[in-house]
């Protein structure tokens, strides 16, 4: 009898070991299941100031390598080794680091008695009536 009960206990321990090994199976194809977010929108929600400026330019002006930058970004964000925030000059400066300086829209806006003029406006102004 001492056999048998040795056996039933072994039986349940193997069923209990099994019902564990099952679930981990489970809790893994899950894992793998989940989509993988989306490396645009996980770059894009760390951008701040003219980061998405910036990158919207680069995605325009290089392509391919805006793509493989925000992939890596979006990486190393995924994996917790970039925390915080990305600022547009941190960016840009590290397309130029890469060998891709984006090129950004600038103006130059004067500000005079509460209007605000282009400074290529205020300049003409200056010479005709000058």
Avoid: C, W
């Avoid at 989306?38 to 680069?58: I, M, N, Q, S």
């Avoid at 390598?65 to 970004?73: D, P, Q, S």
């Avoid at 300049?123 to 000058?130: C, D, I, V």
């Amino acid at each position: 009898m001492s056999g048998e009960t040795e056996d039933l206990e072994l039986e349940r321990l193997k069923l209990k070991k099994l019902k564990e090994l099952q679930l981990r199976m489970l809790k893994a194809e899950a894992e793998k299941a989940k989509p993988s977010p989306d490396p645009f929108k996980l770059v894009e929600e760390r951008l701040v100031g003219r980061g998405k400026e910036v990158l919207e330019a680069a995605l325009q002006q290089y392509p391919q390598a805006a793509r493989a930058v925000v992939k890596e970004l979006a990486a190393l964000i995924a994996s917790g080794r970039l925390n915080g925030t990305i600022d547009g000059e941190t960016l840009h400066q590290l397309f130029r680091l890469l060998g891709f300086p984006v090129r950004l829209e600038t103006k130059i806006v004067y500000v005079e008695k509460g209007e605000v003029k282009n400074l290529a406006d205020k300049l003409r102004e200056r010479l005709s009536s000058g």
